[in-house]
């Protein structure tokens, strides 16, 4: 009975390690220059998201600099789910030690696995947007229809609009308009969002106003990491 029972242990442990295995041949991957992990340490990320509680499969693991300071962190994505022009997904966010300040610890109601750590995964929703036959993702639309919000976006991608006195139009040249972050409608209030077009490199706020067909965008605000 004991020597039947090692084996079943040893059974589970290997198709625990094949799993993992899997998993990492058909992850995708986003790392920044600073925060590149190596296979061993995939596998480790992938393990103890799964212990954390994100649903496998999982799709993605992505480094980020944590401007304006000098660390690292690193985000694991499971799954999309799609309903209608919902999408939701479990993300988890993870630490490591050897990119964090010396000494730097887990809490007690974080799980631990090596030099990596991490909570809860949380649900991240996004909303589709349908332009010129592909699919754009925003996180949030607020005073505004989708049909409104797409009309705008394809404006804005053709170059379709003018600018206000105030604007630098170099600076709209660093402007992701295929990652909006979302749009925001109050009385005769329009802004939207835009990632930079380089990663960990802050957002745009467009303040936009309308007049018949034309879009105008009257004031620009950076925000720098």
């Known amino acids: 009975m ?19 295995i899997a998993q990492t041949e058909k992850v ?6 600073r925060a590149k992990l190596t ?17 496998k499969p999982i799709v993605r693991i992505s480094t980020h600099n944590m401007f304006p300071t000098p660390f690292r962190g690193i985000r694991v994505q499971g799954v999309e789910k799609i309903n209608g022009r919902e999408v939701t997904t479990q993300i988890l966010s993870m630490s490591y030690s050897k990119w964090l300040e010396p000494g730097a610890k887990p809490s007690k109601s974080q ?7 991490a909570g809860k ?11 010129k036959g592909k699919e754009v993702r925003t996180s ?3 005073g505004m229809t989708l049909e409104e919000c797409e009309m705008i976006l394809v404006k804005l991608l053709d170059g379709e609009y003018e600018t206000g006195a105030q604007i630098n139009k170099n600076l709209l040249q660093e402007v992701d308009w295929n990652n909006p972050s979302g749009f925001f409608k109050r009385g005769e209030s329009l802004s939207i969002g835009f990632l930079h077009k380089v990663k960990d490199s802050g957002f745009f706020d467009l303040q936009i106003s309308r007049k018949n067909d034309k879009i105008i965008i009257e004031q620009m605000f950076q925000a720098i990491p």
Do not use: H, M
């Open 28 to 33: 995708e991957r986003d790392y920044v220059e």
């Open 39 to 55: 296979e061993d340490q995939e596998k480790e990320v992938i393990s103890l998201a799964i212990k954390c509680g994100l649903k």
């Open 121 to 131: 995964p949380y649900t991240q929703k996004k909303i589709i947007l349908k332009i």
């Open 2 to 20: 004991t020597r039947n029972l090692s084996l079943i242990f040893i059974y589970v442990a290997v198709l625990s390690v094949s799993n993992v």
């Open 111 to 117: 799980t631990r696995e090596g030099d990596f750590w």
């Open 140 to 142: 949030s639309i607020q």
